[in-house]
């Protein structure tokens, strides 16, 4: 298993677990369920963009402009080494 800690991980990879495990219709749900409204969201850049600031890898935000979905985005920011590490 990688280290977590290391500052590489496999993007493709990450995003198919991300992509199996979670669909925009679970996220709805969440938001429901915590009274957030869904479209209020902040994408995923700027979630990076408060969280990390210049830390934010260049790896990361490709992959965030990349992602299929909302959910898929905000996935990669939350897995990503340098969002863990803060």
């Known amino acids: 298993m990688p280290d977590p800690t290391a500052g590489s991980y496999d993007l493709p990879r990450l995003r ?3 992509r199996a495990l979670f ?3 679970e996220l709805r749900d969440l938001c429901m369920d915590l009274d957030i409204d869904y479209e209020e969201l902040p994408g995923a850049a700027e979630v990076a963009a ?3 600031g210049s830390r934010a890898s260049a790896a990361l935000l490709w992959a965030i402009d990349a ?3 909302r959910s ?3 996935g990669l920011v939350f897995a990503a080494p340098e969002f863990n590490r803060r």
Request: glycine fraction near 14%; hydrophobic fraction near 35%; charge should be negative.
């Open 23 to 25: 669909s925009d219709g």
């Open 67 to 69: 992602a299929e979905s």
């Open 50 to 52: 408060r969280g990390l």
């Open 72 to 74: 898929e985005a905000l």
């Open 16 to 18: 198919e677990q991300i």
